[in-house]
């Protein structure tokens, strides 16, 4: 089993998007922050920003929407070009029509639960899906500290893919970091944003490589 990096650009300079992205050729993907200032207290960047990103590299875009009505927009973000699009289960509508309309146009299909939302949101649809992002902070901002608290959401959600014999990712996102990310492999996850702890290191693609290795020496001892 594969560990997958997904750098956040939250913390990047976002006035230089495509020269920031090129400072870490080792990403798996690109993790883009969607925020709508209605389901989190934020505004970010938007479809367009997005559709200039697909253009400046070629590494596969993670596009997390952190909005309110995905049904309306989501799809969008997969006609872009967008490899994998997110939606919170919080704020879906009809999630397993969106998943199935992502999926149809070409995008890998993920479901985001926040960090008091129990997994059973989204256990009965795992088969309809391609990743499940577990928060790791309350979402809306970088830099935050890792809950502790959803490290056994992970293992159950580990438990419910492997038993089902799904090939759905586990990604977890908010204050992933060197002192993290081992523990958090190590309940299961195994795709994994970084947005501060990639972007204020002095080697932005040398954090990348060292997350990968603890996550995949944590991985390792999961035991699923
Ligand atoms: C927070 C975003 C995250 C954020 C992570 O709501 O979804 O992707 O950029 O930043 P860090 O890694 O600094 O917690
Ligand atoms: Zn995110």
Known sequence: MTVRITPS???ADLANLATEVGRIP???FIHIDVMDNHFVPNLTIGLPVVESLRKATTTPLDIHLMIADPDRWAPGFAEAGAESVTFHMEAAHAPVRLARELRAK?????VALNPATPIEACATM???VDMVLLMTVEPGFGGQTFLDLVLPKITAIRKLV??????????VDGGVSVETIERTAEAGADTFVAG???YRATDPDA???QLAGLAAAGFARCGH
Do not use: P, T
């Open 126 to 128: 795992l088969g309809e």
């Open 162 to 171: 492997s038993a089902a014999n799904l090939d759905v990712w586990i990604q």
């Open 26 to 28: 080792s990403a798996d």
């Open 9 to 11: 650009i939250l913390n």
């Open 106 to 110: 070409g995008a890998r299909a993920g």
């Open 196 to 198: 501060s702890a990639v």
């Open 207 to 209: 954090m990348v490589k």
